[in-house]
């Protein structure tokens, strides 16, 4: 029984040591947005990945600012009604995404790899408002295909929160 314990207890222990557990998963745009209060606030916020902060921020926003302009390269509509709308259902479900986190989107402009991040969350800051006001139609995800509105905002929320397990606000 003791060995089970401290099993389960392994991971509350070794989570608080890496920095980023008492920063709770944004569930919401909104949330995105307190969270890049709390990340500019920290100068020496840093990633424990492939891509440096600069590249991340970078990323979630071509991510949403395509959803609204285009991805330039998409997957058949065969693959986007099948595997993607299942891979979004199942992240749907599962209530949160998980993908390769220095794997950028299909033919995006190449994403900076050295420099001052706080432009970045600064453009992350205007796609999230950009698209929070945004009335028109929505461009086809890259992967999922079709989604409205919510959907996509679900899908952002997503992308963000699991880009933010390897963004430490140290």
């Known amino acids: ?3 089970r314990t401290a099993l389960i207890a392994a991971p509350l222990v070794l989570v608080p040591a890496l920095g980023w557990a008492d920063e709770p998963k944004v569930a919401d745009l909104s949330g995105a947005l307190r969270w890049l209060d709390k990340l500019e606030a920290t100068p020496q916020a840093r990633t424990t990945g492939a891509w440096p902060l600069v590249a991340v921020l970078e990323h979630l926003s ?3 600012e395509m959803s609204m302009d285009g991805f330039p ?10 595997l993607g709308a299942a891979a979004f259902g199942f992240f749907g479900w599962r209530g949160r995404m998980s993908h390769g986190l220095a794997e950028p989107i299909p033919a995006a402009p190449a994403l900076t790899m050295s420099g001052d ?3 970045a969350a600064q453009r992350l800051r205007a796609a999230i408002a950009r698209f929070n006001a945004h009335t028109g139609a929505l461009r086809p995800h890259f992967a ?11 899908a952002h929320t997503f992308h963000i929160a699991n880009h933010q397990d390897e963004i430490v606000l140290a």
Do not use: C, H, V
């Open 73 to 82: 390269k998409e997957n058949s509509a065969l693959f986007q009604r099948t």
């Open 117 to 119: 991040w706080k432009p």
């Open 1 to 3: 029984m003791k060995r």
């Open 62 to 64: 071509q991510s949403i």
């Open 144 to 154: 999922y295909g079709a989604l409205d509105k919510a959907d996509f905002a679900r």
